[in-house]
């Protein structure tokens, strides 16, 4: 039996779908975010959640474009540009994140703020190995 390789248009159309959809839930993510009550529903969010507000917002706002943009165009090269800008401006947010600290956690059982500064630590660290990636890649992309 001999194998045959997909049709390129139903892989750029499932790109392009997915690519949707991320935008989509970006979207929908900085409305639930913004709109009253918003943060504010969440029991954990604490009042300096407002500091960590603008880098957040940024950054679901640049993968949406970042997105909206792929589903008309998706060379390689944008979007590994694209996946270096969205990246840096997540690594951002992170590490604001973590300075602000905007967690209260009441259940004394657990120490979820441990676990929770340790979730946030190794989050910067894989997403400042996924910038180095990401340029690595676009580099090599710009030079062939």
């Known amino acids: 039996m ?3 390789a997909p049709v390129r248009g139903a ?3 499932a790109r392009r779908f997915g690519y949707g ?19 504010q529903a969440v029991p954990f969010l604490t ?4 500091q960590v507000l603008p880098l957040v917002n940024l950054s679901l706002a640049a993968g949406a474009v970042a997105n909206l943009v792929y589903m ?3 060379p390689e090269w944008l979007r590994s540009l694209g996946e270096l800008v969205t990246t840096v401006i997540s690594l951002a947010a992170l590490v604001r994140i973590l300075r602000v600290f905007p967690f209260a956690f009441g259940d004394p059982a657990a120490d979820w703020a441990l676990v929770a500064h340790w979730v946030l630590v190794f989050s910067i660290v894989g997403t400042a190995v996924a910038v180095v990636v990401n340029l690595v890649n676009l580099v090599r992309r710009a030079a062939g």
């Open 2 to 4: 001999r194998a045959t």
């Open 47 to 50: 009042e300096e959640t407002w």
């Open 21 to 39: 959809v991320a935008a989509i839930v970006d979207t929908v993510l900085l409305h639930l975010i913004n709109k009253e009550p918003g943060w």
């Open 72 to 74: 008309i165009h998706d």
């Open 11 to 13: 892989a750029v159309a």
